[in-house]
């Protein structure tokens, strides 16, 4: 055996050995969440989904669990948010999917208008949005079109969208989306405040959501942590983890179906 193949029979030794994944290879859940306890895993993957709200990093159980990358949760934890929301969740998947489709079911903004959840105050499904649109950006609110599916993903993109929240009215995001190696990751932000009966409830920037999401063995993995700031008085007035894990629960719900919808 000369020594190129010395060196590639080695490499292939050691890639085995250690059980890492080769270039193209999904990762398992387990490979990415080795200590999660079974009663979770079982949550993980029921319809559902695992979510959680706390109001300390301690209790952000899943990501002490887990070897995902820190950058996934740096950009919501250094701004020493009020309350975290974090969420796990696996869509089953009968074949692999590829990032094109994760990425054009995030770019279907439209998608979002008229999704239901459950109000316990109208105990009924209603719209959380209810209105959902694509603007040019901060300073032209003008709407414009989703574009056509697209066949490769760009390493990075940021869009501006508006929500008209049925709580909150028209509320207005920025969306980084950042191609990660493994996955995609998804950074939602405020940059107007959102209102609540006239009432700001939570300013500018004091709401971020980082959503991840990666191709794996058994389907896609959708991981999410949000951060949100709220004055004592905002928040004897408005449940904010019920609230935002409701807009959290319509939004991976969008992608998800788009997922499964998007050629």
Request: hydrophobic share 40%.
């Amino acid at each position: 055996m000369n020594i190129k193949g010395f060196h590639v029979c080695t490499l292939l030794c050691i890639l085995l050995a250690g059980r890492l994944p080769l270039m193209g290879e999904s990762r398992s859940f387990d490979l990415l969440f080795p200590r999660l306890d079974e009663a979770t895993k079982r949550r993980v993957f029921s319809p559902e989904g695992f979510v959680v709200s706390t109001k300390t990093i301690a209790g952000l159980t899943l990501l002490a669990a887990s070897v995902l990358d820190a950058a996934i949760s740096n950009s919501v934890l250094k701004q020493h948010p009020a309350y975290l929301t974090e969420s796990l969740q696996v869509i089953p998947t009968n074949k692999p999917v590829p990032f094109t489709r994760i990425y054009n079911a995030m770019g279907n903004i439209r998608g979002l208008k008229g999704r239901l959840y459950h109000s316990f105050t109208r105990k009924e499904d209603t719209p959380l949005f209810e209105d959902a649109t694509r603007i040019v950006g901060p300073k032209k609110l003008s709407p414009i079109p989703d574009p056509p599916g697209a066949t490769s993903v760009p390493a990075a993109e940021t869009i501006y969208i508006r929500l008209k929240d049925v709580n909150f009215g028209n509320s207005y995001y920025r969306a980084d989306i950042t191609a990660t190696g493994q996955g995609l990751l998804y950074t939602l932000s405020n940059f107007k405040s959102l209102t609540y009966l006239f009432i700001p409830v939570i300013k500018e920037d004091k709401f971020i959501a980082q959503l991840y999401f990666e191709p794996i063995a058994e389907g896609v993995l959708v991981y999410s942590l949000a951060g949100t700031d709220v004055s004592d008085f905002v928040a004897s007035q408005v449940d904010i983890p019920s609230a935002i894990r409701k807009r959290l629960d319509v939004i991976i719900q969008w992608v998800t179906e788009g997922i499964a919808a998007v050629p």
